[in-house]
């Protein structure tokens, strides 16, 4: 992952915990304490989050053509070819 990759992911982040804060400030009582409190709680609980879905469905890649391999597989189902355990 590249530095604008994170930038855009980091930008991305902020934008959903202002949308969430706005979100709970209009639906409260419409305070600047709602919009803080959403605000910082979707900040600590999204990435959260983006890590178990990372743990939960992310796998390793293929060397030679990028595409998803799971768990222990010998040959990569993109291209064919073989995987040793090094490159997994």
């Known amino acids: 992952m590249d530095n604008s990759q994170i930038i855009l992911i980091g930008v991305l ?3 959903l ?3 969430i804060g706005y979100y ?4 409260g009582k419409g305070t600047v304490v709602d919009f803080l409190v959403g605000f910082l709680l979707s900040l600590l609980v999204s990435p959260l989050i983006a ?6 469905f992310g796998g390793t890649k ?3 053509c990028r595409s998803r391999v799971e768990g222990k597989a010998v040959v990569c189902p993109g291209c064919q070819r073989e995987l040793s355990p090094k490159t997994v």
Request: with cysteine; hydrophobic share 65%; glycine share 0%.
């Open 13 to 15: 982040l902020l934008f």
């Open 17 to 19: 915990a202002l949308l």
């Open 24 to 27: 709970s400030y209009s639906k």
């Open 51 to 56: 890590f178990l879905v990372v743990l939960i």
């Open 62 to 64: 293929c060397p030679h």
